[in-house]
């Protein structure tokens, strides 16, 4: 009895997951999470640069005192990561998005 409960639950799942797929909601759904990594990296971004420059300026002059070279050092490096992250990031977010759009179309079928 169990056996044929599990496989009716299968099948309805089957059904339901071709459905989603034929009907192009998959699509929307990329579209959708793509447009919404945009402005997050938009956002980031700036946050990013407000937050990197001024860490690495003050880093720099942090560093020169013998006595605090250490933190100095830390405050520099982190803002030359920052600084590469916030460049680098939207690059790869569009270059995502492309790849999205392009497995989305041609795995699934939504020329």
């Known amino acids: 009895m169990a056996f044929i409960q599990r496989l009716i639950v299968i099948i309805v799942l089957v059904i339901l997951g071709l ?3 034929n009907s192009g909601a998959l ?11 945009n402005h997050l990296t938009t956002s ?10 001024p860490a690495l300026l003050l880093g720099g ?4 005192s013998p006595k605090h070279r250490q933190l100095g050092t830390e405050m520099a ?3 030359i990561i920052a600084l590469a992250i916030a460049t680098v990031g939207p690059v790869l977010m569009h ?3 492309g790849a999205m759009t ?3 179309t041609n795995l699934l ?3």
Not at 27 to 37: E, Y
Not at 61 to 64: N, Q, T, Y
């Open 95 to 97: 270059w995502m998005s």
């Open 19 to 21: 459905s989603v797929l």
């Open 44 to 53: 980031l971004r700036s946050l990013l640069l407000t937050l990197s420059i």
């Open 77 to 79: 490096v982190g803002g």
């Open 27 to 37: 699509d929307n759904g990329m579209g959708v999470l793509t447009t919404a990594g």
């Open 102 to 104: 392009t497995y989305s």
């Open 61 to 64: 002059v942090i560093a020169l």
């Open 109 to 111: 079928g939504t020329r």
